[in-house]
């Protein structure tokens, strides 16, 4: 088993395999690697997995619990049409920018169950920074501005979900529904890492040594 097939049993697959009749929607297939792991819960639990990915990988699999749609993720009303009204679990793994990750989360947050999960991989940027083995431009900001985007949407949801980070890897959020209200809008973390009441603690810290 490699490192990320094992990332996926544990980060996600403990939290969602008691789930009866489970109902999964997992955006980006690739190699199906994912959608196996999820079709064993669907197959123990007599659940269903709906795979959404813009190529064609309806070869990944011909087992009955499984669903493919081609088409992009976010042709929202394509989609709902195709899958059930409501979801157990939502795992995004598709296109890892942080503007395309928030326009998922808010259009088929709606469409999940109370207590049910979203996971979304590549949020850490950590092995992508220059001079580390994955060293890589893209990954590195776009993981990065994902996960900064997944806090922006925390800070003004925290009564609606709750939210963990796993950073094994290229890393997984984990946000769990706790409400059926409907998500606010984000909310830009301002911090005062840059104001002048810690510039003048910092300089001073300096001083101090």
């Given amino acids: 088993m490699t490192e990320y097939e094992e990332k996926i049993k544990k980060n996600i697959m403990i939290n969602i395999s008691d789930i009866n009749g489970i109902k999964i929607l997992e955006l980006g297939v690739k190699e199906g ?5 999820f079709l064993e819960i669907c197959k123990k639990n007599n659940g269903s997995l709906y795979s959404v990915d813009i190529e064609d990988c309806s070869n990944v699999s011909n087992d009955p619990h ?3 749609i081609q088409s992009r993720d976010d042709n929202f009303e394509f989609i709902k049409k195709k899958i059930a009204d409501k979801l157990d679990v939502i795992y995004i793994d ?3 920018e ?3 990750v928030e326009k998922l989360i808010y259009n088929y947050y709606e469409i999940l169950n109370k207590n049910g999960y979203i996971f979304i991989d590549d949020i850490n940027h950590l092995p992508y920074i220059k001079k580390e083995k994955r ?3 893209y990954c590195e900001i776009n993981n990065k501005e994902t ?3 997944i806090f922006d949407i925390y800070s003004n949801n925290t009564d609606n979900f709750d939210l963990n980070f ?14 059926d209200k409907n998500l606010n809008k984000r909310k830009k973390i301002i911090t005062r890492t840059k104001s002048i009441k810690n510039i003048v603690r910092l300089l001073y810290k300096k001083i101090s040594k």
Avoid: C, E, Q
């Fill in 33 to 37: 690697v994912s959608t196996k792991n």
């Fill in 66 to 68: 499984w669903k493919f």
């Fill in 94 to 96: 598709s296109l890892h």
């Fill in 98 to 100: 942080a503007d395309h």
């Fill in 135 to 137: 060293n890589n431009f």
């Fill in 147 to 149: 996960h900064d985007r």
């Fill in 166 to 179: 796993s950073y094994m890897s290229s890393g997984t959020a984990t946000i769990f529904k706790k409400t």
